[in-house]
């Protein structure tokens, strides 16, 4: 079963926007990693975490690794139009690397 | 190029046909793994491997088989047995299974009729 809590489910965004998700879990975790999917294409890997702490950027992309080791955040500053898609947050657990259930990020009309 | 390999990108079975997926990895990675996506959904684990000649059951193995010969390749079968075949299904691989960030391929998108 799902592992990853993963909020929120959904947002819409309005270009230039900071938007935040993030993803909880009652398990620790060595590694999070952060993905993003455009519609019929495969996950593409945004940003890895392994340190608990650690801020990682990439861009205008900026996640965190919690102190706890059992959450982890994503921003995304200044949105633009092509950052609408899926982001999954994703860890590795009991030799399984599991999977937040997405969000779903759509521009606001 | 260094990648993961999917192919083909779409494929239509007939119902009640057995369809082997390919995956195919040049990054020298230990460990495979095979995803279901179903439209609006995330992804499920289907089978997934550590190690050459080793692999185990994911949260939905029933209908579908894997095997592991060589590190490069992790080809999935999807049998009569699968009840609702259809849908996107997603390759990755990883440097190592505990630590190692996942690549994924581009997905094949499979449509029994």
């Known amino acids: 079963g799902q592992q990853l809590n993963q909020s929120p489910q959904s947002m819409f965004i309005q270009e230039g926007e900071d938007v935040s998700m993030n993803c909880t879990s009652s398990s620790i975790f060595n590694t999070w990693l952060w993905y993003k999917q455009d519609p019929g294409e495969g996950p593409v890997l945004l940003i890895a975490?392994?340190?608990?702490?650690e801020l990682t950027s990439n861009g205008r992309l900026t996640a965190q690794f919690g102190i706890t080791r059992k959450d982890s955040f994503l921003n995304i500053s200044a949105s633009i139009p092509s950052d609408v898609g899926i982001y999954f947050c994703a860890g590795p657990l009991d030799y399984k690397l599991s999977f937040g259930a997405g969000t779903t990020v759509t521009v606001r009309a | 190029d260094g990648g993961i390999t999917q192919s083909p990108k779409y494929l239509f079975r007939k119902e009640g046909q057995n369809v082997t997926l390919s995956c195919e990895q040049n990054l020298n990675h230990d460990a495979m793994y095979w995803y279901r996506q179903d439209p609006g959904q995330g992804l499920r684990l289907i089978y997934y491997?550590?190690?050459?000649?080793?692999?185990q059951k994911g949260d939905i193995a029933e209908g579908y088989s894997v095997s592991r010969e060589k590190k490069e390749s992790f080809p999935l079968t999807v049998t009569s047995a699968q009840k609702n075949p259809t849908a996107f299904y997603l390759c990755a691989s990883s440097s190592t299974i505990d630590r190692g960030a996942a690549f994924f391929g581009q997905g094949t998108r499979l449509t029994v009729v």
């Open positions: 975490l392994y340190k608990a702490g």
């Open positions: 491997s550590q190690i050459v000649n080793d692999f």
